[in-house]
DNA sequence: GGCAGTTCTGCAACCGGTTGCACTATCGTG
DNA sequence: CACGATAGTGCAACCGGTTGCAGAACTGCC
């Protein structure tokens, strides 16, 4: 069979209680309770426990109290631009609670999240669910539970953190009008994605007086932006405003390919300004802070531990004007 | 005090072992080594687990074990476009194997990852080190203790996932040299990575016959691409080979400002092949494989585990050329 | 019919912590 | 000086699994 476990010989705290000439419980609470002990006791046995490297073990630990001091956080790709730093400052707000961060990669599969979330719900004290795509059904099952944040998802009742994208989608198309142009596009996203939800909506309330035409290109990526661009030209439109910014890049990049220049023929607001500076020219695009989306939805699990109170937490976006705009030119798009 | 803890109300073999009316020993065998027991057995308690919801308990089953069915993989910057597709093909393969993955960010600092490492260290099976910037000393006294595959980083006897950028790189440079480029620069990234370190050097050694100028930009960013334009026309070179794609997107950026365009004017080549078909124009790139990467760590370590041999996987690169290299014009660089 | 050999199952100890409760000094007070 | 309060420590049970060992039931064979 496998080769015979030979456990790490760590040091626990027996070792430490013999050592220090103390009972186990003693050891114990000079960790967790020192202030039921004397303080020379507390120190003589840390003294001790440094002494011999001691390092509590997660597992026994997490037997007796149930509490893991862990988190998990699921997201549907951690190679889309828009989550590496809503983990990145995730993770970093976990640290300073002393929580050791699991990261769930569920390849935009409501099954595969359901399968990662199972598996890592015995070891964990709460999620974080960045734009799940899970059903609402299992979402409130879990979160029943132990606590949930989700991100970028609003269910009534439990806790999450909502890129609010009105405002700069508001700043987005009071700039185009400003700009001139009168008929503008929506370069739309999945479906099912809250955030497309709150961008259609608030886009068509906001643009009274324009000419909006929706057009769907499904998966937000390169290839679908830059394959939407022969529907655009056919809208008519002399501006438009992409889902996000990786179909932004697409849409250049297929408009490039077309002879039609940004923003002197054109002009293109992104969002989430995940890319932004970095295209060529320089994208204009709706802030969305996912960066900051990842600290509130840490600092609201790390809450949610302590007292079990759904909260919403709401973070405004604003316009980031750069490149890829201007006033609409007399022949427009020819 | 803590609101006193209710434990999470999950089912335990326990209460398995009342309902099927067998003992927890044999609920506990249904599991791990049906073998033992006789198939009705088996089934019944596996029927009667799955009616009531059964998850084992992690915790307990590593306290009893020693085995936590978790890794763990250190990076320096998840937000770093390197990182995200190796991250994501690695969580994939340890799916494969029932390990959940842990992710630390070290913000590139050693310290941090220290930190990271021992915090997580009591419940991980093993860890991958991707790009680590920890001493060779603390390296290897942790991979004394458990099982470590470093990512791009060279330390003789421990496992290690290297992706071997010769292949690629002296590519680029004969292309450089059949379009007849005479001086080129290469933007070099951080004194320790070995990944700089091996480019340098298989750089230099191929480009017999060209004149080669290296550009410290230090931490390898977009700004730190765009600033060092001025040194890369200062040193009169037509072509440059960067660092990463980051760097090259900067410079992209910093010679439009300067009117040069690219490629007519100047050659340009990036490593890694993380944004090239999105930069404009798209990026002639020495594809680095971080997903393949990835996988082949995850792999590693997951041989690593029943069997502790040290082993070395190369990956080879190649050069993916796009739209950023063109054959050297007449005046060069005005 | 008796006995050795298998197959299956249960008992009980153990992994390494935590914690309710009991016990013993020690102290202050009347 | 007696007595209750309080502080400090230890005992032992418990968390939820796993596993060595022993015993029961069944088989086959002499």
Redesign the pocket.
């Known amino acids: 069979m496998s080769p015979r476990l030979q ?1 790490a010989p ?1 040091v ?3 070792d430490i209680a013999a050592a220090a000439r ?5 050891v ?2 000079a ?3 020192p202030q ?3 303080p020379e ?1 507390v120190d003589h046995v840390r003294a001790v426990a440094t002494r011999l490297g001691y390092v ?2 997660q597992a ?2 997490a ?3 149930g509490r893991f001091g862990n988190i998990a956080v699921v997201v549907p790709d951690i190679a889309n631009p828009f989550f590496p730093p809503l983990v990145r400052s995730l993770q970093s707000a976990a640290e300073t609670a002393d929580l050791a961060v699991f990261l769930g990669d569920s390849d935009e599969s409501a099954e595969r999240e359901a399968k990662l979330i199972a598996r890592l719900a015995p070891q964990v004290e709460g999620f974080v669910l960045a734009s799940s795509r899970l059903s609402e059904e299992l979402i409130r099952e879990l979160a029943a539970t132990r606590p949930v944040v989700l991100v970028n998802r609003d269910l009534d009742g439990i806790p999450r953190v909502l890129i609010d994208s009105s405002g700069g989608m508001t700043e987005a198309v009071m700039l185009l009008k400003k700009l001139g142009h009168q008929r503008i596009a929506y370069l739309a996203g999945p479906r099912d994605s809250w955030s497309d939800q709150q961008r259609r909506e608030v886009l068509t309330s906001a643009a009274s007086g324009l000419a909006v035409e929706v057009i769907e290109v499904g998966r937000p990526s390169y290839a679908a932006g830059r394959d939407s661009v022969s529907a655009i030209v056919r809208s008519g439109a002399t501006a438009a405003i992409a889902f996000d910014d990786v179909v932004s890049q697409g849409v250049l990049a297929g408009l490039e390919l077309r002879g039609i220049s940004v923003p002197s023929d054109f002009s293109l607001i992104g969002c989430d300004d995940t890319l932004a500076a970095l295209t060529t020219p320089a994208l204009t695009s709706v802030s969305a802070g996912a960066a900051t989306a990842g600290t509130a939805a840490a600092k609201l699990l790390i809450q949610l531990l302590e007292d079990p109170t759904a909260e919403c937490v709401t973070i405004a976006t604003h316009l980031v004007i750069r490149a890829t705009t201007a006033a609409v030119t007399d022949g427009a798009m020819r």
Chains 1, 2 share one sequence.
Do not use: D, K, W
């Open positions: 456990r760590g626990t705290i027996g103390v009972s186990r419980s003693t114990s609470r960790f967790t309770r039921l002990l004397s006791t509590g073990n026994a630990r037997l007796s109290t």
